[in-house]
């Protein structure tokens, strides 16, 4: 099936999916087991929980990234365990109370431990789904991430993260039985090991971190790089867009905001580069008009405008 397939039993409108995601939100919520977790059906089948618009931290046991798993008629896929053990026993309970079928894939869609700290409780699925950059990333970061948040872990044994068993390096073809997803591993953009999943039934995308929305986007890989990404997603022409961070809708209401973002992060930077402007002077004017734009600004936005100088100015 081509990625422009549209399967005649889920064709909607995009402005039709916004009302539908609008009607889930307020009328279907699945309450998981242990800390507060609510997971909704944005799309028949595809279960959101959101995340918070905060700093991850033990108070909210990591709770911050949107986090949710797919159903199909034979197994299920989660997206991303969450940022805590605490948050993937929560989301097991859940996935268990909603379906009997089983977790056939779990798919870390890049490193980042707000995503992948709560992978301990699906340690027994057999296919671990990461980009093939996932494994070395861990290696170079999943210490300095356990050290850092190591008071999430309330067991000494749990693993930082899965293991892959399943490596992407262009595309994944998953099927969950009447349910076909389509994994595509990105080259660096928010990181070096970004996954995006494609449901080519209800044509969502469920982009993670590779779309922001309300909440700053967080640059820890290549500026340019990320619109290429960006680039690359607006052509699936999906219904529905799920970001790693935010509500979901449609691509004008989710996606838009960020390019902006981003478009202006790289040619004000490059304007700066060319003036031979100081950093320091850089951090404070590239963008400060977005700055009411964006939850978070102040905790990233500076740290996002280093990065595009370090990156741009070897042009």
């Known amino acids: 099936m ?3 397939d549209r399967p005649g039993t889920f064709q909607r409108s995009p402005a039709l999916w916004v009302l539908t995601v609008s009607m889930l939100f307020a009328a279907h919520e699945v309450q998981a087991n242990g800390p507060q977790l609510e997971f909704v059906e944005v799309a028949p089948g595809i279960y ?3 995340g918070k618009h905060e700093e991850m931290s033990v108070d909210n046991l990591g709770d911050i990234a949107n986090i ?20 993937g026993i ?10 009997g079928l089983p977790v056939s894939h779990v798919i870390l869609t890049h490193i980042h431990p707000d995503h992948i700290f709560g ?16 494994v070395r990333a861990l290696a170079q970061r999943g210490d300095y991430y356990r050290e850092g948040y190591s008071a999430l872990f309330v067991d000494e044994n749990m ?15 998953i099927d969950l039985g009447e349910r076909r997803l389509i994994v595509r591993a990105h ?6 090991n970004d996954l995006s999943i494609f449901d080519s039934v209800t044509r969502t995308l469920w982009a993670s971190d590779l779309i922001f929305a309300q909440r700053i986007p967080s640059l820890d890989g290549s500026l340019t790089g990320w619109l290429k990404a960006m680039d690359e997603l607006a052509v699936l022409q999906a219904d529905l867009v799920i970001p790693g961070h935010g509500r979901p809708g449609s691509w004008a209401t989710v996606a838009e905001p960020q390019q902006r973002y981003l478009n202006l992060l790289l040619s004000e930077t490059r304007e700066m580069i060319a003036r031979n402007a100081r950093l320091s002077d850089a951090v404070d004017k590239v963008a400060a008009e977005e700055s009411k734009s964006w939850i978070l600004y102040d905790s990233h936005h500076r740290g996002n ?5 370090t990156e741009l100015e070897w042009e």
């Open 90 to 99: 929560a989301m097991r309970d859940a996935i268990r109370d909603l379906t």
């Open 2 to 4: 081509s990625l422009n």
């Open 119 to 134: 992978g301990s409780a699906f340690a027994d699925v057999e296919f671990i789904v990461a980009h093939r950059n996932f």
């Open 305 to 309: 405008v280093t990065k595009a100088h």
């Open 68 to 87: 949710g798993f797919i159903v199909g008629t034979e197994s299920v896929a989660v997206i991303d365990p969450g940022g805590s053990p605490q948050l």
């Open 159 to 173: 693993p930082t993260s899965l293991q892959p068993t399943m490596e992407v390096a262009d595309k994944l073809r």
């Open 187 to 192: 080259k660096t953009a928010h990181t070096d």
């Open 48 to 50: 959101l929980h959101l």
